[in-house]
T-cell receptor, first 113, second 112 residues
Framework: DGGITQSPKYLFRKEGQNVTLSCEQN?????MYWYRQDPGQGLRLIYY???????QKGDIAEGYSVSREKKESFPLTVTSAQKNPTAFYLC????????????FGPGTRLTVT | AQRVTQPEKLLSVFKGAPVELKCNYS??????LFWYVQYSRQRLQLLLR??SRESIKGFTADLNKGETSFHLKKPFAQEEDSAMYYC??????????????FGAGTRLAVHP
């Protein structure tokens, strides 16, 4: 199914390396989001972008960076400065309708050893 | 502060039993509440939103502003309801941006 795609599904990295997670959407949505999902903590917002070339820090942005050069794409880089990077990462997008539903990708599980 | 609280990490019931997943929120403005569900090996998806006042898969949720609650209910649980459920609040960032604030989630396990 289309909508939002994230790649890869599983990612393994050595400590100290930066890694970039891909998120692409074909829903023509203006807004895109990155969340981190940890057991018992729900979803925590890392970064979000309302329009191209603009993005804002979420609640846990330290150690992460993003870019929004195209409407369809919102890649997330997990840098070596992120102290606990092993997690499940979810990307989402939403339109500007009043109903404000966020559509989620399948997620990327990152393991850093 | 804007916050969503789901007090139960796990709710375990038998098939046919009633289900109530609790959600309380803290928000100074006019809230917009959602329930999202994540079935095993599937992506997170919207289950229902309070403004629609709809019943989806037999689930309903009523916004109670007095008790600041948005509990999810179903009269007769089915095994296929087993999933992770997240309550979410639409909040406002400074600058006028919207965001969703999620609770920690409740895992519903329906046993045969």
């Amino acid at each position: 199914d289309g909508g939002i795609t994230q790649s890869p599904k599983y990612l393994f990295r050595k400590e100290g390396q930066n890694v970039t997670l891909s998120c692409e959407q074909n829903l023509n949505h203006d807004a895109m989001y990155w969340y981190r999902q940890d057991p018992g903590q729900g979803l925590r917002l890392i970064y979000y972008s309302q329009i191209v070339n603009d993005f804002q820090k979420g609640d846990i942005a330290e150690g992460y960076s993003v870019s929004r050069e195209k409407k369809e794409s919102f890649p997330l880089t997990v840098t070596s400065a992120q102290k606990n990077p092993t997690a499940f990462y979810l990307c989402a997008s939403s339109g500007q309708s009043l109903s404000y539903e966020q559509y989620f990708g399948p997620g990327t599980r990152l393991t850093v050893t | 502060a804007q916050r969503v609280t789901q007090p139960e990490k796990l709710l375990s019931v038998f098939k046919g039993a009633p289900v109530e997943l609790k959600c309380n929120y803290s928000y100074s403005g006019s809230p917009e509440l959602f329930w999202y569900v994540q079935y095993s090996r599937q992506r997170l998806q919207l289950l229902l939103r309070h403004i629609s006042r709809e019943s989806i898969k037999g689930f309903t949720a009523d916004l109670n502003k007095g008790e600041t609650s948005f509990h999810l209910k179903k009269p007769f649980a089915q095994e296929e309801d087993s999933a992770m459920y997240y309550c979410a609040l639409r909040g406002m960032f400074s600058g006028g941006y919207n965001k969703l604030i999620f609770g920690a989630g409740t895992r519903l396990a329906v046993h045969p």
